[in-house]
């Protein structure tokens, strides 16, 4: 046996005495879950000080020792970035996690119907993620979902991971290439008139044979994307009948056709739906007050329609 291994050996014994000795004095960690950033090129002393002060470990000397240990048995150094410390975590737990670089998921959650804008604010504003979102989304081309990240990722990236997402629900779709804009834009539209999933395809059905005949959609949702100059597709009052007059080129009222572009990002859900409409026999429908909606095949019935909505309340 080498002089090295023997040095090697003593040493790890060494060091596994005084571990066995203070492990029984100080076993758990913080009381409390603590998440922290590691930098890059930090010492192992710099990690333990950082640990200790934030109240993940209660001893920094004794955490050095036993990353040391760790680090020679295992040949493997503490990685950085960032990490969530569980309450009542042991040092070793906490050292393995950083040798195999366990790192803290941080998400961002895009609803269905948001703006270009609203999404871009909030990628903006994600913490720890590098760079700029703005410019980088168009036509609502992203998918709405829950993306997770790490802390110092780039904000381009999971931009990209989003618009991936939407191309490959497209394509899952057959929808020919040509017919992708048409869709998100209807889309959109249904996304923020139905309340309900089992209306989506129903809602879908209206606004397919209406502009096939070139009726106005006279969507409300289009209204408010136009007052608020595509900001955000809510307000926080109800649509008055002046409101419908509102010059714009996303004003259903007033053109006849889609909006030039989509009026927010639709979920999977709103997508299917413009691509695969219900066969029915209704053009008209009124929101019933209760999420969903009574519908109707000529304007007779919608009146009706309307009339009882209005004595229900």
Wanted: glycine share 6%; hydrophobic share 40%.
């Amino acid at each position: 046996m080498s002089i090295y291994s023997i040095t090697k050996i003593t040493f790890c014994g060494f060091i596994a005495i005084i571990v066995c000795v203070l492990f029984l004095n100080i076993t758990f960690s913080a009381d409390k879950p603590t998440i922290l950033y590691i930098a890059n090129k930090s010492s192992l002393m710099d990690v333990a000080s950082h640990l200790e002060s934030n109240g993940v470990i209660k001893n920094r000397i004794i955490f050095v020792l036993m990353a040391k240990y760790k680090q020679i048995m295992n040949k493997s150094y503490l990685k950085s970035g960032e990490y969530e410390f569980l309450a009542g975590e042991t040092m070793f737990s906490i050292i393995d996690k950083m040798q195999k670089a366990v790192r803290y998921k941080r998400k961002i959650l895009i609803i269905e119907g948001l703006t270009i804008f609203e999404i871009e604010n909030i990628i903006n504003n994600a913490e720890g993620l590098l760079g700029n979102a703005d410019g980088m989304l168009h036509e609502c081309n992203v998918m709405p979902d829950t993306y997770y990240y790490y802390y110092g990722d780039k904000k381009v990236d999971i931009v990209k991971s989003m618009v991936d997402a939407q191309k490959q629900y497209l394509a899952s779709l057959k929808i020919d290439d040509a017919k992708f804009h048409e869709v998100l834009t209807l889309a959109s539209i249904i996304e923020r008139e139905a309340k309900l999933t089992k209306e989506m395809a129903v809602i879908s059905a209206v606004y397919h044979k209406r502009l096939k005949i070139r009726m106005p959609l006279q969507a409300d949702p289009t209204v408010i994307y136009s007052i608020t100059e595509g900001k955000s597709n809510s307000m926080n009052r109800r649509l008055v009948h002046e409101d419908l007059k509102v010059k714009s080129q996303y004003n259903t009222y007033s053109i006849k056709g889609l909006p030039p572009t989509p009026i927010g990002c639709p979920g999977r859900l709103s997508i299917y739906a413009a691509a695969y409409p219900e066969v029915n026999n209704f053009f008209y429908f009124v929101a019933d007050g209760f999420g969903g909606h009574y519908f109707a095949q000529n304007y007779s019935q919608h009146l009706d329609n309307i009339k009882k909505t209005m004595s229900q309340h």
